[in-house]
């Protein structure tokens, strides 16, 4: 948002800071200020000339003019534009400003420049040197000069739509600098009104205000309006565009002049009906439909509510009569309409920060000193046609000083301290014993100010921050306890990572196609209305998708590697909130090798993140390997499975998961260990050999050893197993001992013995 330092000083009384120290104090005191750049430095040095002779050079489009500039004397210059002629009134550039020096064209001396307004940056126009009706060589361009543009960033502004003008802002400055605010005028006539307005909706539109001029002449702006409108970044249209624009950027206010002529009876505001369309201003036909609002005549849409006007009812040179419109719309309708139509303009911008309603008359009042300055002659109709459904008044807020200094930090702040800072902001203030009662006005009534917490910050920035000391609160400061869940999925992560595991994030979002590759039903998830890229429109059921697509992301880069995630799977519950199960996949993966040592080692993290857990042979899935995938087993409770995904789903190597439900292990896991002393005497171990068939599991033997070896067995452990041309042996140590003593030589034999009996006893053979 650009705002003119001379345009805030017509505003203030006295103020004669320097627009770089204005900048300042605003960025400190209000929003942030992005830039303070001077502008029109050059009108300082462009003044009116005569041109006193025009001669064509041959074979040419220029001309030599002499032209007497009064003030740098009678120079010689080229022109090429096709207006210039003898006695004709223009700017004259001197060399030095806007890139312009003493040249030689086509073999003639040019000292200087004569201009056009876009040349001068005052207008867009560019069809020839600037003509001025009167004026004297040496003369200043008239209503043109220097200005500072301070710029605020626009998301400084957004919870203020009162400082999108220079009054708003204004304001403010009047209240940093202590110099008083120039009121705005906002009498308007009496009288009835010639047009009828109906309002279909309050609450998208609580008030419209219009009038009816005639006698109306359009026509170019006065230069020092052109200026203005250009200098904050608006282009100058004609005479009864530009007030509008000048409005708008004055008191914030987006305004709209309507041909009145071209208007078929009485104006309505209200919703588009299905497949209605509105040609606007900038050529495009919009077509609409019930969520947009529109302001129409009986003939139809005659523009887009808060956002453009209708192209048809547009001023035009041959406009006598006019529609002056100034109305307030529902912020959020218009920020809708805004992104529907893909069209944000100046009056949207403005709109859909909650502008005040009562701002409407205000403009129009403005409006009409304007007008009658840019178009002589012009001629009101009748009186103002107001309609307004007022919104209830925010009720007075209320605080103590003590209140305010304990927020602040402030130990010392007055009460009239507090008074005199919100009366500057014209809060209406009344103050008894350090008891305030504080009105809110209504441009800081739309979203803005509505609780005592806002006036903190209203005091506090108009004292400045940097004045306050920076202080702690005096409260008792004491961490909150960790939620059982949240210190154990934090524990499984340092576990995990502890022995090697590097830890992934995926996306919780799945297209149809992984889902199916691993065979998960498409209408067990949970479809995405608006996903936020294509390919993740289904919540997950599952971590594997993203877990299988981490293995071979990775395996191009890597040998061997550990991951794993912790997330959630989310499964559709009909009308329900869908459920959410946090899982852990840990994955083991090398690039060579048969896979078994993966599986072993997964196994061991089994055991360690579920002490006492088992496995089970299950019934492979599509995705597993037909001949290693086991249930693991918590407490007579299934918690997970281990396996290998099939060859072909890993493009090279082999990679084993483990894929636990973290609820059921959270739950069946023991809420404490049980302390074991060390033993104080010693053990004894020795391995057994069996001989088994090609596809006998190695639980099924261990289990088998455990009942067998007896109350002094400590342990049996699993090996290995080894195939040769022989046949296949699985090997597992079997250690022994005794709480009070070391057990004898015979003793373990014995032990060893009725193990080898019981096994021999079930048909298995073991090796001596």
Request: contains cysteine; charged residues 20%.
């Amino acid at each position: 948002m650009k705002f003119s330092s001379s345009w805030l000083a017509e505003h203030i009384d006295g103020l004669n800071l320097a627009p770089a120290e204005l900048g300042s104090l605003i960025t400190i005191k209000t929003a942030e200020c992005e830039g303070v750049e001077p502008h029109g430095a050059h009108f300082d040095h462009v003044v009116i000339a005569r041109v006193l002779t025009s001669e064509p050079i041959p074979g040419t489009h220029l001309a030599v003019a002499s032209v007497d500039t009064g003030r740098y004397g009678i120079k010689q210059v080229v022109c090429g534009a096709p207006n210039c002629r003898a006695n004709l009134l223009t700017a004259y550039v001197p060399p030095g400003q806007l890139g312009v020096t003493n040249a030689k064209l086509r073999g003639v001396d040019s000292a200087g420049m004569l201009a056009s307004s876009k040349e001068l940056g005052i207008s867009a126009e560019d069809e020839g040197i600037i003509e001025f009706a009167a004026g004297n060589p040496g003369d200043a361009i008239p209503g043109c000069s220097s200005d500072t543009i301070i710029e605020i960033d626009n998301k400084s502004l957004t919870h203020r739509p009162d400082l999108w003008g220079h009054h708003g802002m204004a304001r403010e400055v009047s209240a940093i600098t202590g110099r008083p605010l120039r009121p705005v005028a906002a009498e308007l006539p009496s009288g009835p009104a010639p047009i009828a307005v109906t309002i279909a909706d309050a609450k998208l539109c609580p008030r419209f205000s219009a009038l009816r001029f005639e006698n109306v002449t359009v026509q170019p702006s006065p230069l020092w309006l052109q200026q203005r409108l250009e200098s904050v970044g608006l282009n100058p249209i004609n005479n009864i565009v530009d007030v509008t624009n000048f409005v708008m950027a004055d008191l914030a206010q987006p305004m709209h002049a309507y041909d009145a002529a071209k208007l078929n009876g009485g104006i309505t505001v209200r919703p588009a009906t299905d497949g209605e369309s509105c040609p606007a201003l900038n050529g495009t036909t919009y077509s609409l439909d019930p969520t947009v609002l529109v302001i129409a005549d009986e003939s139809g849409p005659v523009g887009i509510a808060g956002i453009i006007g209708g192209g048809p009812s547009a001023i035009s040179a041959s406009t006598t009569t006019i529609l002056l419109e100034a109305a307030n719309f529902h912020a959020a309708s218009i920020r809708k309409t805004s992104t529907k139509l893909k069209l944000r303009t100046d009056a949207s911008m403005r709109f859909e920060k909650s502008q005040d309603p009562a701002n409407t008359v205000r403009a129009l009042a403005r409006a009409v000193a304007l007008l009658e300055e840019v178009s002589p002659g012009i001629r009101l109709v009748g009186g103002v046609a107001d309609v307004y459904y007022s919104l209830p008044p925010l009720a007075p807020i209320e605080f103590t000083l003590a209140w305010m200094q304990r927020k602040l930090g402030k130990a010392d702040l007055t009460a009239a301290e507090v008074t005199a800072i919100l009366t500057s902001l014209a809060f209406g203030v009344t103050e008894a014993a350090g008891q305030f009662t504080v009105t809110v006005p209504s441009w800081r009534a739309t979203k803005d100010v509505s609780i005592k917490d806002d006036l903190v910050e209203e005091v506090g920035r108009m004292i400045g921050y940097g004045n306050l000391t920076p202080l702690p609160p005096l409260v008792p400061n004491t961490v909150p306890p960790l939620p059982p869940e949240r210190a154990y999925l934090r524990g499984l992560r340092q576990l995990l990572t502890a022995q090697g595991y590097t830890e992934v994030y995926n996306y919780s979002f799945v297209n149809e196609a992984q889902a199916v590759e691993l065979g998960l039903p498409i209408p067990d998830h949970v479809r995405v209305v608006n996903p936020i890229a294509q390919g993740q429109e289904l919540l997950r059921t599952s971590l594997l998708p993203h877990i299988k697509r981490n293995i071979n992301d990775n395996a191009r880069e890597f040998e061997s590697f550990r991951l794993f995630e912790i997330g959630k799977e989310i499964h559709d519950r009909g009308r329900e909130l869908p459920e959410e199960i946090p899982h852990l996949a840990a994955v083991s993966f090398a690039k060579h090798g048969d896979g078994t040592a993966s599986l072993f080692e997964l196994k061991r993290l089994a055991g360690t993140i579920a002490v006492g857990c088992t496995l089970e042979p299950a019934t492979a899935h599509a995705y597993e390997h037909p001949f290693r995938s086991a249930i693991v087993i918590l407490r007579n409770e299934p918690i997970g499975r281990l396996f290998e995904f099939h060859p072909s789903a890993v493009e090279t190597g082999r990679a084993a998961v483990l894929y636990l439900d973290l609820v059921k292990l959270q739950a069946l896991r023991p809420e404490t260990g049980k302390y074991r002393p060390l033993r104080r005497f010693p053990t004894s171990a020795f391995d057994l050999t069996v001989v088994a068939e090609p596809r006998e599991l190695a639980g099924r033997v261990l289990h088998l050893i455990e009942p067998l070896a007896g109350p002094q067995a400590l342990k049996v452990q699993y090996l290995y197993d080894y195939t040769s041309e022989k046949g296949r042996s699985m090997t597992y140590r079997i250690t022994v001992g005794a709480a009070d003593r070391t057990l004898t030589s015979d003793e373990v034999t014995a032990t060893r013995a009725a193990i080898i009996a019981g096994l021999e006893a079930t048909g298995l053979t073991v090796q001596s």
